[in-house]
């Protein structure tokens, strides 16, 4: 097993195992009432009751695991001529190489939106404890991290498959 795949299937493990452990956390700690949008003087102005937030992750959770697990069992069978990639003749020559590539990429994605999930549970779990302050500040970095993650996850497959297959050893 490559680093990089050893690698992707640690995060994914992380990422199933954090999630549930911050959405339990964020659950049994906030009230009834949640607050999940706030106005520009940081007062709270949208509440969700917390079963439907509990519930609504759990089924975001459920889809985005089982739809990308689909996808990974699905992706071998498509044809090597039917995929729009680039360097096609090479790639479906290599097409164990492709899948391989393929198959940790959906386990990135997959992970990407878990850890995304589990840092705007941990953000609203924060937000929510700091109800009664007169600022609620120092989560900025939520809305740039989760956007880096989802980017560099989804660039990084198109940028792989314009390089050319490695040699196999």
Request: with cysteine.
């Amino acid at each position: 097993m490559k680093v990089s795949t050893f690698a992707i299937r640690l995060w994914r493990l992380a990422s199933l195992v954090g999630f549930a452990a911050l959405l339990i956390y964020t659950y049994v700690s906030l009230e009834t009432n949640v607050a999940v949008g706030f106005t520009p003087d940081s007062r709270p102005d949208l509440f969700l009751d917390r079963d439907y937030l509990f519930y609504g992750c759990v089924a975001i959770f459920l889809i985005n695991n089982t739809v990308i697990n689909v996808l990974t069992k699905l992706f071998p069978k498509v044809s090597g001529t039917a995929l729009p990639i680039p360097n096609q003749p090479l790639w479906v020559e290599n097409r164990s190489q492709l899948n391989d590539i393929v198959r940790d990429w959906f386990y990135c994605l997959m992970a990407a939106v878990n850890t995304v999930m589990a840092l705007a549970l941990y953000v609203l779990g924060k937000l929510n404890k700091q109800l009664g302050e007169t600022s609620l500040s120092g989560y900025q970095w939520l809305l740039p991290v989760c956007t880096a993650i989802l980017g560099i996850v989804i660039v990084s497959l198109p940028i792989r498959l314009a390089m050319k297959p490695t040699a196999e050893d």
